[in-house]
């Protein structure tokens, strides 16, 4: 099997302390840098990851083009002390998936200028996703389209990295077996693992369409496939990993030298499932709602703490805010959370998809937020507070690992999410 850590970052050390590598897929600052300072503790690289719907080349729901997110990646490590040289840059789900409502044709000339611009602005790590079907296409695109297709990206690709003069080669990602970005909209009881001959399938049929187009040098930088391992997560429940149900799929990797599989949607997973998917073949770890679910946690606890202390005049009431927010502006979450209005009450706030988290830039919650900090920062924090709100940063706070500062205890709380990927990567 080969070692991803090592043909990622060109460090063969690295390789050698680490089996796997997680990837953090979020645009939060907050936690952006919590991933970073976890890094810069365990003395690792860390891989960061834009979605094609965060960061595009119009802008993205994020408001930032590729270039743009490098820059910002780039503000928060000098910040935090990380070396550049430590971060991964990688692209996740690139394709026509913003376009689908488009004739294929169309979307796809879209999708070109998408690599081109992931790749130019220095992102190595490219998930090249074509799966989804377009406006004029069957209702399932079989595996020869899909491969054409991601075959047709990797030449932008190459072309970009080759224009600009890149010496560290884009490395790429493949699958036609994607799950859904965020977590189920359905709920789920079971998920069907990937069969071994789909998977095997997948890798000849896409290599067949790398030959064709002449790129069999950056067939050889094809690191990892994504396959779905039975792991997945819907708005109340998680399916967890049971490495008896996967350990076909896992012998697939003895004959498909050079390649790890790709595990998209392992938010939640117990630490137990981490270390048994990375030990089975599954090296690259995806985690994105995972850890703004645990930023959103440590913030509504701090307004839970703020409540006690302050009057309500007072009060940033960041719960409340972010409620009259996403009812006002409903379009990131009301076609995915169904049921009587409690229940979508709910939802809003607890969904393990977290759909809370394209909300935190709005401008009125960012500012609330921000005015928590403020409120808790000019005051001490009783431990006894802390004990009943966060109690896991209460035994942080209690042994001297980290100060009660709001933001401390917020980045601890991630951070605790974070902890529990790089202890599964380590070898």
């Known amino acids: 099997m080969a070692n991803v850590v090592t043909r990622l970052t060109g460090d063969e050390e690295a390789g050698r302390t680490l089996r796997g590598i997680y990837s953090i897929c979020s645009a939060h600052p907050w936690v952006l840098a919590a991933a970073m300072a976890q890094a810069l503790d365990d003395g690792t690289p860390l891989l960061v990851e834009s979605t094609s719907n965060q960061v595009d080349q119009f802008g993205g729901y994020t408001g930032m083009r590729p270039d743009d997110f490098v820059r910002f990646v780039h503000l928060i490590a000098d910040r935090v002390g990380l070396p550049r040289s430590r971060l991964i840059l990688g692209g996740d789900h690139l394709g026509p998936n913003a376009w689908r409502s488009l004739p294929a044709e169309e979307a796809m000339q879209r999708a070109e200028a998408l690599i081109d611009a992931y790749v130019s602005a220095g992102f190595t790590k490219i998930h090249l996703d074509t799966s989804m079907s377009c406006a004029d296409d069957a209702t399932r695109l079989s595996d020869d389209v899909v491969a054409e297709r991601a075959s047709r990206l990797c030449a932008i690709a190459e072309a970009a990295a080759d224009r600009e003069g890149l010496t560290a080669r884009p490395v790429y990602v493949i699958g036609t077996e994607v799950p859904v970005p965020g977590g189920a909209a359905e709920e789920l009881a079971t998920v069907e693992v990937t069969s071994p001959d789909a998977a095997e399938d997948t890798v000849a049929v896409h290599q067949s369409a790398w030959r064709a187009r002449g790129l069999s040098d950056a067939w050889h930088r094809v690191i990892a496939l994504v396959v779905q391992p039975g792991v997945e997560f819907d708005h109340t429940k998680v399916v967890d990993y ?130 928590l900090i403020g409120n808790l920062s000019g005051v001490q924090i009783p431990d006894n507070l802390l004990s009943r709100y966060l109690p896991e940063q209460y035994w942080q706070v209690r042994r001297g690992r980290i100060d009660a500062s709001p933001m401390n205890l917020i980045q601890a709380r991630v951070r605790d999410v974070i902890r529990t990927y790089a202890a599964a990567c380590a070898a």
């Not at 030298?257 to 599954?282: C, I, K």
């Not at 959103?296 to 009057?311: C, G, K, M, N, V």
């Not at 940033?316 to 995915?336: C, D, F, I, Q, T």
């Open 242 to 371: 049971k490495p008896e149900l996967a350990a076909n799929l896992s012998g697939v990797l003895e004959t498909t030298a050079g390649l790890v599989f790709e595990a998209h949607s392992t938010d939640y997973q117990t630490p137990e499932a981490l270390s048994a998917l990375v030990r089975d073949g599954f090296s690259i770890l995806k985690v994105g709602p995972g850890v703004t679910f645990a930023l959103r946690e440590a913030l509504y606890a701090l307004s839970d703490i703020e409540a006690e202390l302050f009057p309500a005049h007072r009060r940033a009431n960041l719960p409340e805010l972010v409620e009259r927010v996403m009812l006002s502006k409903p379009g990131n979450w009301e076609k995915y959370y169904h049921g009587d209005d409690e229940h979508k009450r709910l939802l809003r706030t607890y969904s393990y998809s977290d759909r809370i988290r394209y909300y935190w830039a709005d401008p009125e919650i960012d500012a609330a937020a921000q005015k």
